[in-house]
């Protein structure tokens, strides 16, 4: 009888205790082993010492020097940091190595790991993130928000405590470009949500945005010199809604909030076909002389430049002068897709003259595969989407590729036939088939070194507003990001899943509406 009660006694005591520790928010987890961190894109090499560097409210960011660039990253990281502890954190410029705090600093790390690539260096008294160029400490520093407890995402205060285990991380990527592409013109989308996007793939050290401003649907960048494709052939969307485009002020400061991210923007005119709204903007572009009317459809294929008239080429250098100046990055992307409308014997000479226009303004050419029919320039690159022999054309020609394959890179293509958004024609694509596939391999005759990188694309038909983005993108971005950062042999997927599945709350803490995968076994709190 004593007994029975003992142990009942015991068994509630045991119940409460599970109760209370399963009510631990997980949002403030603590943790001792740095190597079980679920980091994406996996970094290539983490070591754990067993104990934790602390947060506190006295913590002090440290930045090697009195550069103005590192300010801007300490603070970057301050600002980071601040909502969810409530700490204010003061960026502090120092000469000596601090004894104590976080620490950015630009010495000390091996060269090797190139310019994106970071050591970070984590004691019970310092957090210490070396990298040869800012641009690697900014990428080390989200590798810092992701070693944070998930919830050091939210907006307002928490509780803490803010601990991270420690160790050493050295990281550097795989691949130099990791892009993803955004269609702004078949539904146009604003200044602010365009902010949110480049927030949200920069935290997946994804380091290009290629925008897609102009389609038969819509012309979203002002150009001074032809003032009517923006007011004329921005002025509405698929489905006919009022559309929209970025004034040069505009572009100029996405271009800026992406540079102080590190990610360069590629900006793409599709042509000589997918250009409808230029066609309905300027009568002199058509060979009849006739300006289209605006097309709110979703077909391809129909509309082409007048290929053989000088009217022509003037305007493509007028834009294309206009839109160098507003582009730090090295690159205007000339799309060159799906031209059905231009004969080959006019689309050929059509690329090789637009290939000397960009280059004539200082920049490389990107274009889609199609354009390796013509002649490429020695350092034009292609953007494999569908057709491998247009690819291996490419490479023949010498030029490298980005890899975007629609059966793996497209994220309008359905996760599945239950999706209502997005088109299925490559492919339905699970959040595992996204992940799994090696560009170095994808192709037989093109290797590693033919491949600058990869990018997955957003095109927008059914794609209506940021929500829509985010379902679409999120959980496939990382990855795509993951498959162009961390080494193939890294890779796998089964390892993925858990770490994917505990970034989870760390989507849920930055607000973003992602796919719920069955094939990921999402932490349920
Ligand atoms: C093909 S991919 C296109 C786009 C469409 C997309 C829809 C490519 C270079 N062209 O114009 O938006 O399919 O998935």
Redesign the pocket.
């Known amino acids: 009888m004593l007994h029975t009660k003992k142990l009942n006694f015991a068994v509630t005591a045991l119940i409460i205790i599970l109760i209370q520790v399963n009510q631990i928010p997980s949002f403030a987890k603590t943790v001792s082993d740095l190597s079980k961190e679920s980091i994406i894109p996996k970094p290539v090499s983490i070591t754990s010492t067993g104990g934790y560097f602390k947060l506190k409210a006295s913590t002090e960011i440290y930045i090697q020097g009195e550069s103005e660039e590192l300010k801007l990253i300490g603070r970057y990281l301050a600002d980071r940091l601040k909502p969810a502890t409530g700490f204010n954190f003061d960026v502090k410029p120092t000469v000596k190595v601090p004894k104590s705090g976080i620490f950015l600093t630009l010495t000390g790390t091996d060269l090797k790991q190139g310019k994106e690539g970071y050591e970070l260096i984590i004691t019970k008294k310092m957090l210490k993130l070396s990298a040869s160029s800012p641009e690697g400490l900014f990428r080390g520093i989200q590798t810092i928000r992701q070693i944070l407890p998930a919830g050091i995402e939210l907006k307002t205060k928490q509780e803490g405590p803010w601990q991270i285990a420690t160790g050493t991380i050295t990281d550097f990527p795989d691949y130099s470009y990791r892009g993803v592409m955004l269609?702004v013109s078949?539904h146009f989308f604003g200044v602010a949500d365009i902010k949110r996007f480049i927030d949200l793939i920069s935290y997946y050290k994804i380091n290009a945005l290629h925008l897609g401003l102009s389609?038969d649907q819509g012309w979203r960048i002002e150009i001074k010199s032809w003032p009517n494709l923006a007011i004329h052939g921005g002025s509405t969307q698929v489905g006919g809604g009022k559309g929209g485009y970025y004034t040069q002020e505009q572009y100029s400061d996405i271009v800026k909030y992406a540079q102080e991210r590190y990610i360069i923007i590629v900006p793409e005119i599709d042509m000589p076909g997918?250009t409808n709204a230029a066609l309905a903007s300027y009568a002199e572009l058509n060979c009849d002389g006739k300006a289209r009317e605006l097309y709110t459809g979703t077909r391809?294929g129909f509309s082409t430049f007048c290929t053989t008239s000088e009217v022509t080429y003037r305007f493509i250098n007028d834009v294309f002068r206009e839109l160098a100046a507003l582009t730090p990055g090295p690159y205007l992307h000339i799309?060159g897709?799906?031209s059905n409308s231009t004969k080959k014997e006019d689309y050929i000479p059509f690329i090789n003259r637009v290939q000397d226009i960009v280059a004539a303004n200082g920049k490389q050419v990107i274009g889609?595969d199609?354009i390796s029919v013509s002649a490429l320039k020695p350092n034009s690159v292609a953007q494999h989407?569908?057709n491998v022999k247009n690819a291996n054309a490419a490479v023949a020609q010498g030029a490298k590729i980005i890899m975007s394959p629609?059966k793996k890179a497209?994220l309008?293509?359905q996760y599945d036939k239950t999706t209502k958004l997005g088109?299925h024609?490559?492919a339905y694509i699970e959040v595992d088939s996204a992940y799994m596939w090696n560009p170095a391999t994808l192709i037989p005759g093109i290797k590693k070194e033919n491949i600058l990188g990869v990018e997955g694309?957003l095109?927008t038909?059914t794609i209506t507003n940021m929500d829509e983005i985010e379902y679409m993108v999120f959980p496939r971005l990382p990855g795509i990001a993951e498959v162009g950062w961390t080494p193939s042999p890294a890779r796998n997927w089964n390892e993925y899943k858990l770490r994917l599945a505990k970034q989870g709350e760390r989507l849920k803490a930055m607000e973003i509406d992602y796919y719920q995968s069955k094939l990921v076994p999402w932490n349920k709190n």
């Open positions: 269609d078949r389609n997918h391809v799309g897709d799906e889609w199609d989407w569908s629609a497209y309008d293509m088109l024609w490559a694309a095109w038909e």
